[in-house]
Nanobody
Framework: QVQLVESGGGLVQPGGSLTLSCAAS????????MGWYRQTPGKQREFIAS???????NYADFAKGRFTISRDNAKRSVYLQMNNLKPEETSLYFC????????????YGRGTQVTVSS
């Protein structure tokens, strides 16, 4: 089994910054791609960013220039630094990881709530 646990969410003022963390644990031989999504009630899940094991990253257009994804392979963790947050970005943010068990399957965390409000 593979578990993903996010942390770092909370309340932040518009224009503020927040860094999310996600740690993978369980029985697996390695982790390939990792990334972040967000989902607001009544809306579709929205891709934010992903990063390969070698550090190649990919961002949604809204995240470019404001969000930075990074990872620590030794800690099996992925991070998302978010700057200049907007009220409409209030959402549940959750991470995913492609774990090799040895089959390659995608696992998701339960999410951490980010609220952008004054």
């Amino acid at each position: 089994q593979v578990q993903l646990v996010e942390s770092g969410g909370g309340l932040v003022q518009p224009g503020g910054s927040l860094t999310l963390s996600c740690a993978a644990s369980g029985t697996f031989s390695g982790v390939a791609d990792m990334g972040w999504y967000r989902q607001t009630p009544g809306k579709q899940r929205e891709f934010i960013a992903s990063i390969t094991r070698d550090g190649w990253s990919n961002y949604a257009d809204f995240a470019k220039g404001r969000f930075t994804i990074s990872r620590d392979n030794a800690k099996r963790s992925v991070y998302l630094q978010m700057n200049n947050l907007k009220p409409e970005e209030t959402s549940l943010y959750f991470c995913y990881a492609e774990a090799i068990t040895p089959r390659r399957n995608t696992y998701y965390g339960r999410g951490t709530q980010v609220t952008v409000s004054s």
